[in-house]
Every structure is written in C-alpha cells, then in structure tokens.
C-alpha cells in the first residue's frame, strides 16, 4: 500500500548540549482512512546506535488529538526517564480505534496494524519485544481493544477510565451508533465489540495489563466488571481504583503509573 508520508522534525535544547527530538509524522492511508493521520513521536534524549528501544503506543480519548497527551503530561520527560519511545497517533476524534463493520466506515484498526506499527518500525529502532500500549476513555477501549485482538503484538496493556464495555459509554447513541449501528439491547455488536468479552483470548500469555479507573468516575462500574472477569479467567491484571472523576486532571496523574508498570515488566530478550 502507498503511503504520503512527510516529516517534520524539531530540535528543542534544554542547556547546552542537549538536543530533544520530537517528530511529528503525517501518514496518508489511501484505502483504511481515506484521509490523513498526524503522529507525534518522543524519543528518549539519548540513542545508542545498535540499540532497541521499548515503544509506547498512547491513544488519546474521544474529540481529543494527537497532541491532547502532551498537553497533559510531559512525554520527553517520561521518554528519557524509562527509555521508552513514544508515539501518540490520531484517533481522528471518534474512530474508537476500530474496524466498523459499515462499509463506508473509517477502519481504524487496519491503519494502525498494516499502516502506523510498520512505518514506526521501520523507522525508529524499537524492540519488537516490548512494545505497549495504553490509552484514556476512548484510547482506553482502543489499547485494550487492539490486545485482546492482537496480543502477539504487545507486551502489555494499559487503560485509565477506559470504556471496557462499550454498553455503559456516553456515546453508544451518536458516534459509537455510527460505527457499530443503532443502540439497543439486541444489537449483539455492542458485546461483540466489548474488550471485557474478550479476555479470553488472553488467557495464559502472562501478558503485562494495567488498568484503572477513578472512583467519580461514570465508567468506575466498566472497570469493576474488567477487574471481575480477569479473577475469573485468572489472568494477572494491576487494577488501581482511587479518587477522581473522567478527566485530564486524572489521567495525567494516572498515566504515570502506567509508564512505571511497564518498565518494571520490560522482556528481557
């Protein structure tokens, strides 16, 4: 498949010496998006050639955009503290990080398998062994959408007040509707479509999962039921439950626990 890939790369310098390198990346996918997607990428300050570096995949949560997680944390900071490259797509506001089943849907999760995840390999030495990902509300459902689909891909998963089932979202009636069809108890697609119905498919891969969400939160309830079905299927999960409702001021505290959790559960090759 053709890309239209164009590249702007800027140099920040904090002291002297230092440079920072942030990308920004533009991929146009002529057949899954039949638009253009927006990448930013944080590389850790230092890079030792001949080195594999972790990756995390951080998907931003619904109207949001690729550049909504820098504003709320400081991703070179955490690039250079664990060592982890950083990409934060764009999840075109409201794709839910999904393939519709509507033919004249976006199919976001082909992008992000055959389009994103090989340019970013392609051209960032990342360590195929250690690739994570996470996200918040919408990016929440995405990341632990796209393990439990695709778990040969990630070492682990994340996700901070993530709608787990998609039932209980404040957009099952509009923009949810419009990938998955109308909102109702028959529309077996809302189940089907559910990452806490598929936790099967996670059984005995000892994969490294986290997840939370705050307690004011409308979504804690999603959370409960993920954390439920994991003790049932006896898989090993870090589940956070504490103070706080579905906001930035949130997640851009409990994101950081996020990138600690997967440092500590890096794969030694």
């Not at 949560?61 to 250079?80: C, E, F, P, R, V």
């Not at 028959?186 to 891969?205: F, G, I």
């Not at 090993?236 to 994101?255: E, F, L, M, N, R």
Request: proline share 3%.
């Amino acid at each position: 498949m053709r890309l239209a890939i164009s590249l702007c790369l800027f140099f920040f310098y904090l002291g002297v010496g230092n440079a920072y390198a942030q990308d920004t990346l533009t991929i146009f996918s002529k057949t899954n998006l039949r638009q253009t997607d927006s990448i930013l990428v944080f590389s850790p300050k230092t890079i030792q050639k001949d080195r594999k570096y972790p990756a995390v995949y951080l998907l931003h949560g619904h109207s949001a955009n690729y550049k909504s997680w820098s504003k709320l944390t400081d991703l070179q900071a955490l690039a250079n503290q664990y060592g982890f490259i950083i990409i934060c797509p764009d999840g075109l506001k409201k794709s839910w990080y999904l393939n519709s089943p509507k033919a004249d849907s976006l199919q976001y999760e082909s992008f992000f398998l055959k389009e994103l995840m090989p340019h970013i390999s392609n051209r960032y030495a990342i360590d195929p062994k250690n690739v994570f990902i996470t996200g918040a509300s919408m990016g929440g459902f995405g990341a632990m959408w796209l393990m439990v689909n695709h778990p040969d891909l990630f070492a682990g998963a994340g996700s901070t007040s993530g709608v787990l089932n998609l039932r209980y979202s404040a957009f099952r009636k509009t923009t949810i509707a419009y990938l998955l069809g109308e909102y109702d108890d028959k529309n077996q697609l809302y189940d089907d479509y559910s990452p806490v119905n598929k936790l099967q498919s996670l059984q005995k891969l000892n994969k490294a999962l986290i997840f939370d969400t705050g307690t004011e939160d409308y979504l804690y309830i999603t959370s409960k039921q993920f954390r439920q079905k994991c003790d049932e299927l006896k898989i090993k999960a870090t589940y956070i439950a504490q103070p706080g409702g579905h906001t930035g001021g949130y997640w851009s505290q409990s994101i950081l626990k996020h990138f600690e959790f997967f440092s500590n559960h890096l794969v030694k090759n």
